[in-house]
């Protein structure tokens, strides 16, 4: 092991050296105390033996400093001193020494100090092998996360739905979340939009989430497996029934989800809306060129098994906007701890309103990294932006009832 040595008294400083280098240490010896504090910045020490009284820099201040400098593995520091007071060992421990020997030393006390100094140091280092292991463990689970995120939990939007353009994005935080969306087609004329976030973090949110695809994806594939392809549940019904499916896992898991089921019906115009708990839906009419927020009262999925679930039905209009999103979003702090907020999403859905879903969805983006001025998120960022374009030309006359 590598040992610096400071004491200013050449024949102590020589037999000190010389004990050392006969049980195997690699030594670097320095006449006072401001010249060993350069040697130690320059060098790699894990362990340092230095007089007390020197010129120029003491041991006590040489400790201090150690302490102090910014650089990787702990230090052993023993103090080398003829001071016995109860004080003088009180300043020394307190200026950051781990240990004291007597002079005139004692070679096999010295040995022994030495010994100490190093199961210290060894241990610290298999401790930050295992911090290290531990990180990689980690890194390794953030990937599997990631492609857990994009290959399960995002779903594509639709390219080739007349009368609809949606966009969709997210991005992702220091950590794996449980935000997810995806997008059902039907028909020309049908689409269904859900957008939820799973309570928690890591791969366990992650794989919370890709099972409520799942458990969607069967609520849906039902009616086709059952043979009725006439009848196509509502979003209410669709919504009940993964609930019924999932609620009481989640209850055992100590988990919920958040989320808000959407379906498009062109043809009448009308979107259907199921709100479990998420964050306000965003209803830009261009008509009146203002914002309306949709928002229901029921509580997520997997909170309480008695939760009754209702849709609610609101017409729309060709060049109307509608926004989803996560909590990331309204959540993003600035460096003054102010929340970006519903208030401002506004305004800025309805100040782009003109432009193109992608387009809007990446304005979110920039101006949460804007207002946040931060590299990465503290939670996933997600947005969804559904556009109704003219149709008239793909589409019947909207059915009567």
């Known amino acids: 092991m590598k040992v610096l040595i400071a004491d200013d008294e050449a024949i102590s400083r020589r037999l000190l050296q010389g004990y050392l280098e006969r049980w195997g240490h690699e030594v670097v010896a320095a006449q006072n ?17 230095s007089d007390w009284v020197m010129p120029e820099l003491d041991g006590v201040e ?40 007597t002079k005139p030393f004692d070679r096999d006390e010295l040995r022994v100090r030495l010994r100490a100094g190093k199961r210290v140091i060894e241990l610290e280092t298999a401790l930050l092998a295992s911090l290290e292991e531990l990180a990689q463990a980690r890194q390794r689970e953030v990937e599997v996360g990631a492609k857990i995120q994009q290959t399960l939990l995002l779903g594509q939007p639709p390219r080739d739905l007349p009368g609809v353009r949606v966009a969709a994005l997210t991005v992702p935080s220091q950590q ?14 049908c689409l269904d939009v859900v957008v939820g976030d799973v309570m928690g973090k890591g791969v366990p949110a992650a794989l919370l989430g890709a099972a409520i695809k799942s458990h969607f994806l069967r609520v849906l594939s039902h009616p086709i497996a059952s ?6 549940p509502e979003p ?18 100590d988990s919920f989800v958040t989320l808000c089921y959407a379906r498009l019906d062109l043809e009448k115009r009308q979107v259907a809306v199921v709100d479990c708990g998420h964050t306000k839906t965003v209803h830009f009419r261009h008509r009146t060129g203002t914002c309306e927020m949709l928002q229901g009262a029921h509580a997520p999925l997997g909170v309480s098994e008695q939760e ?11 060049g109307d906007l509608f926004v989803f999103y996560s909590d990331g979003v309204i959540e993003a702090q600035n460096e003054a701890g102010e929340f970006f907020g519903v208030d401002r999403l506004v305004e800025l859905i309805r100040a782009n309103s003109q432009l193109t879903p992608e387009e809007v969805v990446d304005r979110v983006r920039q101006a949460v990294l804007a207002f946040s001025h931060a590299e990465a998120f503290a939670d996933d960022v997600t947005c969804v932006a559904v556009k109704i374009t003219d149709t008239r030309e793909a589409l019947p006359v909207a059915r009567t009832e």
């Open 308 to 318: 009754v679930y209702k849709q609610a039905s609101l017409p729309f209009a060709v």
């Open 62 to 101: 040489l400790i201090r400093r150690i302490r102090a400098h910014q650089r990787p593995g702990y230090v052993y520091a023993i103090l080398v001193t003829s001071k016995s007071q109860k004080e003088d060992l009180v300043e020394g421990m307190e200026a950051g020494a781990d240990d004291f020997i």
């Open 236 to 253: 209410e019904e669709i919504v009940t029934l993964v609930h019924a499916d999932v609620t009481r896992q989640f209850i055992g898991l």
């Open 176 to 189: 794996i979340d449980g935000d997810f969306y995806d997008f059902y087609k039907h028909s020309d004329y």
């Open 227 to 232: 043979g009725d392809r006439g009848k196509l």
């Open 33 to 49: 105390g401001a010249e060993a504090w350069n040697l130690f910045t320059a060098g790699n020490f894990p362990i340092v033996i």
